[in-house]
């Protein structure tokens, strides 16, 4: 009863670097999302996923990519990472309508 | 565009009884949320009103009043464990997606 996973937990990258931050969720849920939190700034939507096979840019785009790979997996691209991107990272999924949103334990990612 | 607010800190003795309140702005609205978040883990979900009224769920009630743009989150009978921060979060009608816009959290601390 994995729930939403997301590898890795932790990452420090130099500026400029690039990686990539995975989420897969095992409930069939078909809309997926990616967050970031900064303190004093709550969660803040990066991109999200409404169904397998589109993505669509939140509040936070800029310096970041998406794939939904296939229903169950969605990952979050960091091309060339930036101080400001400095955040802990939250991947989360819902069946959709009135049911809540289901999150991952977080990737505390710093760039230095 | 959506915005939220709600107080950054509550402070409250254990056994007591607090309120969180939560105003919002949004174009368009379909419900309100409330999210608890321990510190160093992932939010989880707790409430969900599309309607105005109270809806109770154990210790914890939430309500809405859609007219008045305004929701609060109760919480009886007040545990050491129940220190966290709360999000109330808006499911807004525009873009699709189910997406959720999230206030900047309240800090409950629950003391002795």
């Known amino acids: 009863n994995a729930g939403v996973t997301q590898t890795p937990k932790f990452q420090v990258l130099k500026t400029g670097q690039s990686m990539t931050l995975q989420c897969a969720q095992d409930m069939n849920h078909n809309s997926m999302y990616w967050y970031r939190q900064d303190p004093g700034m709550g969660l803040r939507l990066i991109y999200y996923s409404a169904s397998e096979g589109t993505t669509d840019k939140g509040e936070v785009p800029n310096g970041y990519n998406v794939s939904r790979l296939n229903k169950r997996e969605f990952s979050l691209r960091l091309e060339s990472a930036a101080p400001s991107q400095t955040s802990v990272y939250f991947c989360?999924?819902?069946?959709?309508?009135?049911?809540?949103?289901?999150f991952g334990s977080g990737t505390r990612l710093t760039v230095v | 565009g959506q915005s939220l607010e709600q107080p950054s800190e509550v402070t409250a003795v254990e056994g007591a009884i607090v309120q969180i309140n939560c105003t919002y702005q949004?174009?368009?609205?379909?419900?309100l949320s409330w999210y608890q978040q321990h510190d160093g883990g992932a939010p989880t979900f707790l409430s969900y009103?599309?309607?105005?009224g109270l809806e109770e769920t154990g210790r914890f009630s939430s309500f809405l009043s859609r007219s008045d743009s305004y929701g609060y989150l109760l919480l009886q009978e007040l545990q050491m464990k129940d220190s966290a921060s709360y999000f109330c979060?808006?499911?807004?009608?525009?873009?699709?997606?189910?997406?959720?816009?999230f206030g900047t959290g309240t800090q409950l601390k629950v003391e002795l």
């Open positions: 949004t174009s368009g609205f379909y419900g």
């Open positions: 989360a999924s819902a069946r959709g309508g009135d049911y809540g949103y289901t």
């Open positions: 009103n599309a309607l105005d």
């Open positions: 979060a808006v499911r807004a009608s525009t873009g699709g997606g189910n997406k959720l816009t």
